[in-house]
């Protein structure tokens, strides 16, 4: 089992900054793959960026260039960077873990809204 804790987020205008993090404990040498996904109002959840175990990013189109996902493994913790902030950035933010076998583990989100 891998358990998942995001923190970061909260209410920033138009063009602001916030850095998300999630903290990992558990079965965390299992983890072949961390991912940040978001849900907005009224939508599905979609990837944002994800990072694997050789280090290789991947983005979501929509936030190339503004996010960045990065990871603290002496911490036990992976970051999303996220800048030039928009209102249609608005969603409840979920970190994600996924193992070698392909069972995905969840955190419980954070909110991360933008004023216009």
């Known amino acids: 089992q891998v358990q998942l804790v995001e923190s970061g987020g909260g209410l920033v205008q138009t063009g602001g900054s916030l850095r998300l993090s999630c903290a990992v404990s558990?079965?965390?040498?299992?983890?072949?793959?961390m991912g940040w996904y978001r849900q907005g109002p009224g939508k599905q959840r979609d990837l944002v960026a994800l990072?694997?175990?050789?280090?290789?990013?991947n983005y979501a189109d929509s936030t190339k260039g503004r996010f960045t996902i990065s990871r603290d493994n002496a911490k036990n913790t992976v970051y999303l960077q996220l800048n030039s902030l928009q209102p249609e950035d608005t969603a409840v933010y979920y970190c994600?873990?996924?193992?070698?076998?392909?069972?995905?583990?969840w955190g419980q989100g954070t909110q991360v809204t933008v004023s216009s």
């Open positions: 558990g079965n965390r040498f299992s983890i072949n793959v």
């Open positions: 990072i694997a175990s050789d280090g290789s990013r």
């Open positions: 994600n873990a996924k193992n070698w076998v392909g069972v995905s583990f």
